[in-house]
């Protein structure tokens, strides 16, 4: 009877250390798959953005209530809003009747970092952005922009000191845009990463 106890007894720690063994490695398990979408969120985050950026197009657009333009570059002063701006290469293999231009908006609420899209380039009061969320953890992201002049700006668009001869202030600024532009995401668990992104020149 006593090494029957015994018998259990041992049967029942090595159950406990087993069980305990394969929580542990489930909870591994679950750890990895986090940061391997957590590093594939990032990966498409930065690719999304070194894309837009990489088919800048200077398109300045109307604004909703069409009294002025907005140029094709601009950095916002807006609580949450980071940067607007046009770009090429939209693909439309639907063969839908619109531009293959897309205005895009980049802003940050909350910790979460979302890209908007609007349907027209000249939109009015009714044009409502498509919002889709990249990333998430974000404490904040800044850029910066070289100027034809090879001087790194925080604002665009830039000073009009790099204007053409003989091309009106307004209309160049609205149009300009800048050779790299480089972006910093401040991340709350994985710091700080940089990109930076030439734009070609057409």
Sequence with gaps: MLELLIAIVIFAIV???????????????????????????????????????????????????????????????????????????????????????????????DNKLYRDYWGVLDRTLNSTPIEVQLLDKVQSVTFRFMDNGRQWQTTWPASQATQVAGAPAASFASRELPIAIEVTINLQDWGEIKRLVEVPTL
């Design 15 to 109: 159950g406990v250390l087993a069980m305990g063994g394969y929580n542990q490695l489930v909870r591994q398990r679950e750890i990895a798959a986090a940061t391997m979408e957590r590093v594939r969120n990032l990966q498409r985050t930065v690719m999304r953005m070194s894309q837009d950026f990489e088919q800048l197009a200077a398109r300045p657009i109307r604004d909703a209530t069409s009294a002025t333009d907005m140029p094709a570059l601009l950095t916002s002063t807006n609580t949450g809003d980071l940067v607007e701006f046009t770009r090429a290469g939209w693909t439309n293999p639907t063969g839908i009747n619109r531009s293959t231009l897309q205005r895009v908006r980049y802003r940050l609420v």
